[in-house]
T-cell receptor, first 113, second 117 residues
Framework: DSGVTQTPKHLITATGQRVTLRCSPRSGDLSVYWYQQSLDQGLQFLIQYYNGEERAKGNILERFSAQQFPDLHSELNLSSLELGDSALYFC????????????FGQGTRLTVV | GDSVTQMEGPVTLSEEAFLTINCTYTATGYPSLFWYVQYPGEGLQLLLKATKADDKGSNKGFEATYRKETTSFHLEKGSVQVSDSAVYFCALSDQGNKETSGSRLTFGEGTQLTVNP
């Protein structure tokens, strides 16, 4: 158990809908990362937050947004969902924003139908 | 930009066989290098890491050496077990300007390893 908690584990939704994925980092970790794992794109970095502020941005679509709350949990919001958004979404956390080592949650499997 | 290339899979071995999974990288800075493992239905777990040239990371019988001259970080294990069956990801992290930017992992494609008894 990495200490990173993601909910829900599975999510099935229709095209055009909006969903929110939640992540609670390890105790003491201030940095949260979101990654997308899909068959065609592999593992892609989406975004990083540190202590409530955005720190790094990767290949995140404009339809996607994230935030980190004062209690350090993070949410990834996916809107206007398309079939191609079906993927495994991982959250990871680390203590600092420059950490090279991150601990991953078990992921949320999103299926868009 | 940064990139990681892993040997194509899947890889199928018999128990106690020798394992090598090749990994090469391209990065502009001085990256840290990692191997992560993903067991079925689970998240990624850090297997080992190396933060500078010639460092050797090791864990659970797995080893990898950071080779700057060949930009490689090949994963090896002398005797694999059935329980090693999983997907293995090579990754790098390069923060760039440490004061202003964050960090991110760039992953390879992953290599599926199956070990038969």
């Amino acid at each position: 158990d990495s200490g990173v908690t993601q909910t829900p584990k599975h999510l099935i939704t229709a095209t055009g809908q909006r969903v929110t994925l939640r992540c609670s980092p390890r105790s003491g970790d201030l940095s949260v990362y979101w990654y997308q794992q899909s068959l065609d794109q592999g593992l892609q970095f989406l975004i990083q937050y540190y202590n409530g502020e955005e720190r790094a941005k990767g290949n995140i679509l404009e339809r996607f947004s994230a935030q980190q709350f004062p209690d350090l949990h993070s949410e990834l919001n996916l809107s206007s969902l398309e079939l191609g958004d079906s993927a495994l979404y991982f959250c990871a956390s680390s203590e600092y924003w420059t950490d090279t080592e991150a601990f991953f949650g078990q992921g949320t499997r999103l299926t868009v139908v | 930009g940064d990139s990681v290339t892993q040997m194509e899979g899947p890889v199928t071995l018999s128990e106690e066989a020798f394992l090598t999974i090749n990994c090469t990288y391209t990065a502009t800075g001085y990256p840290s290098l990692f191997w992560y493992v993903q067991y079925p239905g689970e998240g990624l777990q850090l297997l080992l890491k190396a933060t500078k040239a010639d460092d050797k990371g090791s864990n659970k019988g797995f080893e990898a050496t950071y080779r700057k001259e060949t930009t490689s970080f090949h994963l090896e294990k002398g005797s694999v077990q059935v329980s090693d069956s999983a997907v293995y990801f090579c990754a790098l992290s390069d923060q760039g300007n440490k004061e202003t930017s964050g960090s991110r992992l760039t992953f390879g494609e992953g290599t599926q390893l199956t070990v038969n008894p």
